[in-house]
């Protein structure tokens, strides 16, 4: 708060009301429903609920399928994070060297930000077509067939791409802002000091961008695990089946289809711990500050 | 030195090559499939479940813009494209709007008043932008339910305003306005009112210009909240509809893929050229709100 702020006692509380009230009916009177349903059974025709304790919970960590939905999870995060954070990177050191059509490649590296998850996934569905799409017939000459929907791991390579596809600019835009914010002084005294680009790369550009890049780390794991709903919902055409799953679709998949509200809501419990420990984590991280200005 | 700022001429233009090289790979990879959507839509659905995408432009674009925009495949008749592009533009704007609206109240309330519960209000509010709605998305549910506001716009919108990044970011953004500006306010007899509209939200301009355009677009892009909350085809955004379009692909012999396409393109257009247009905005938004 700012040392010469304003005194008025009635006009900051009629200021916070909106956003308070809007998040205690919207996120918080939600957030404790969630954890207050998650001990209880619900009857699937309405009819009251039994208080079950941690039954929701020792069942789900029980689950063989909730635990092979976990680790596809685990893989897919790791997947998209790792290939799309690699590749923008890539993108944006050469974005950054370039002089020529320099801004023409920013733009047309960047817009896919704008695409909705669901239609980026939709652009999948063609791409992937079983019978004639361009990546179907790629695979096939190359002597795989492709099988969409229907293959388990195809499915999920499927996912996996074009959820890279989708994140890249996001990522791009940071790295290339990051790359320009590194002052010309330190570029011309690591051109002098080290002849090689490749160990100019990895002994300078590199760690300065580790804070924009750790930030990135942290966007990236929430995006894989909350933000590729659109994507997976429409690759595997809102039917599951047996197709990969992260565990976000599960919550949706057991508790809008099957009904079963308690399962459901204690999975939301878990990836709220799950996202609340990133959380921490990040902040101890910035704390220890990877920051070299 | 001079061999320093002159390396060997001719290894540079290879370097030089090999970097436009791999740009023009991701660019590609980028723009091909939108290129191909469009070829789609501009041949006959027969056409595509023979050859699939090929380089070859026919002349029906037009055809499937108006079977796009005007014409409707669902039960009620009410999900013409027109109808999506209304629903997308009001929740688009009505979140962008409500966001920002709200976000610079609760800001400026935070950050220019001395407040006996500053501290609990801050955390109270900054919890939000831990949780997605996305982990609470079924009691969240229950709750729009409860209250009625299912297959209404503001049951669309207000719950997705629940989160705090807006007043986040002009938190940022108001602590790094010079103090003076306040005292030299109170010298002149503005009170807290006259100050906030007359000096600070001017100075937020381009503050404002860039979270209008990243909510805008976050707000178009929604997905799983409407999926959920409207189950009426009237109240339908385009980006709802894909989950509709691909299920009527499904379904028939001869799929509508040149309508289906041509909505995804109506759905992905407004926001692409909000981005690109005003992309310097955009990208100091971006950038700068997560410091």
Known sequence: MKKAGFTQAWLP???????????????????????????????????????????????????????????????????????????????????????????????????????????????????????????????????????????????????????????????????????????????????????????????????????????????????????????????????????????????????????????????SVILMVLVLALTVFQFRMVERRIHYT | MSDMTNPPRRRLRLGTIMDHAILIIGVLVMVLPLVMLVQMSSIPDTEIIKTGPSLHFGDQLDDNFEKAMFGATGFSGENAGTRMLMNSLILGIGFAVGKIVIGMMAAYAIVYFRLRFATLAFWVIFTTLLLPLEVRILPSYEVVQNLGMVNTYHGLIIPLIASATATFFFRQFFRSVPEELVEAARIDGAGPVRFFIDILVPLSQTMIAAMFIIMFVFGWNQYLWPTMITTEEGMFTLVRGIKQIVQVLEGNRVPEFGRANLLAIIAVVPPVLIVVFFQSWFVKGLTESDK
Do not use: C
């Open chain 1, 13 to 267: 509380i009629l200021l916070l009301v909106p956003q308070l009230s809007i998040i205690l009916i919207f996120f918080y009177w939600p957030a404790a429903q969630a954890v207050q349903s998650s001990f209880y059974l619900q009857d699937p025709f309405g009819f009251g609920s039994t208080f079950v304790g941690a039954d929701n919970y020792t069942d789900l960590l029980g689950n063989a399928e909730y635990k092979r939905i976990a680790w596809f999870t685990v893989i897919f995060t790791v997947s998209v994070t790792f290939l799309s954070l690699s590749l923008a990177l890539l993108l944006a050191v050469k974005a950054d060297k370039v002089i020529r059509g320099a801004k023409g490649y920013r733009t047309l590296l960047m817009w896919v930000y704008a695409v909705a998850p669901p239609v980026a996934g939709f652009i999948g569905l063609i791409m992937f077509n079983q019978s004639w799409g361009p990546i179907t017939r790629t695979f096939a000459a190359l002597g795989h067939d492709l099988k969409i929907g229907v293959n388990y791991w195809d499915t999920a390579g499927a996912m996996i791409a074009v959820s890279v596809w989708k994140q890249i600019p996001v990522n791009f835009i940071f790295f290339l802002s990051g790359l320009q914010s590194i002052p010309r002084s330190v570029r011309e005294a690591a051109l002098i000091d080290n002849r090689s680009a490749s160990s100019r790369f990895w002994g300078v550009t590199f760690p300065l961008l580790a804070p924009t890049g750790f930030f990135l780390l942290i966007i990236n794991i929430t995006y894989a695990l909350f933000d590729t709903f659109g994507v997976i919902d429409t690759l595997v055409k809102g039917e599951p089946g047996n197709n990969p799953m992260t565990l976000v679709y599960k919550v949706y998949v057991d508790g809008f289809r099957g009904n079963d509200l308690g399962g459901s809501s204690a999975q």
